[in-house]
């Protein structure tokens, strides 16, 4: 069964950089992106960005341009999300999520990893 | 980018009652292909967002039937035929026609009376 697990909770301070990690299973890797998603506590869904899993292809929210980088490891069916110049509004759960087509993506969530950004 | 916005934000109902949100666009979500890239999630507490619904209507495996969706160009809604407990938690309408990015609704807490 299609499976997507990250990496465990993390405790940064301002500025620091934070590199959360979303591993897939159940299914052919390089068939489908993954999606980034982030959750401040007590709001909604903030849409992230993008990384195709065929190639090194990536679309990034402009809120956060020039401090986030997505990867991915196909040999381990791992993607990966760096955000850096961490701020306290960055503090949120983040989920990964398969992409696709519109059939396909969102179908299956990671099962989130907060982040905390804290002096 | 394109906003969505959801009503109500706070949706009380009692138990065995329909429960309706609302999505509006700030334009269109119909693709030159002619799709229309609409999709609703469920977040239960303490969860990770569920989709229940894409491309407007169509219902993920596993969704119960009392889950429906319609609507066309920029407004949408969510019903539920039957409010179970189960179906506490919060609601999202998101768009995929127009991306990047996709973009959420503020999302609709659904509470029981």
């Known amino acids: 069964q299609v499976q997507l697990v990250q990496s465990g909770a993390e405790v940064k301070k301002p500025g620091a950089s934070v590199k959360v990690s979303c591993k897939a299973s159940?299914?052919?890797?390089?068939?489908?992106?993954i999606t980034w998603v982030r959750q401040a506590p007590g709001q909604g869904l903030e849409w992230m960005g993008w990384i195709s899993g065929h190639n090194d292809d990536t679309q990034y929210a402009q809120k956060i341009q020039g401090r986030v980088t997505m990867t991915k490891d196909t040999s381990t069916g791992t993607a990966y999300m760096e955000l850096r110049s961490l701020r306290s509004d960055d503090t949120a759960v983040y989920y990964c999520?398969?992409?696709?087509?519109?059939?396909?993506?969102?179908?299956?969530w990671g099962q989130g990893t907060l982040v905390t950004v804290s002096s | 980018d394109v906003v969505m916005t959801q009503s109500p934000l706070s949706l009380p109902v009692t138990l065995g009652q329909p429960a309706s949100i609302s999505c509006r666009s700030s334009q269109s979500l119909v693709h030159s292909d002619g799709a229309t890239y609409l999709n609703w999630f469920q977040q239960r507490p303490g969860q990770s967002p569920r989709r229940l619904l894409y491309?407007?209507?169509n219902r993920d495996s596993g969704v119960p039937d009392r889950f429906s969706g319609s609507g066309s160009g920029t407004d949408f809604t969510l019903k539920i035929s039957r409010v179970e407990a189960e179906d506490v938690g919060v609601y999202y309408c998101?768009?995929?026609?127009?991306?990047?990015?996709?973009?959420f609704g503020q999302g609709t807490k659904l509470e029981i009376k």
């Open positions: 491309k407007v209507s």
């Open positions: 998101m768009q995929g026609t127009h991306w990047p990015p996709d973009t």
């Open positions: 159940g299914y052919t890797f390089i068939s489908y992106g």
């Open positions: 999520a398969r992409g696709g087509d519109a059939i396909t993506s969102y179908g299956y």
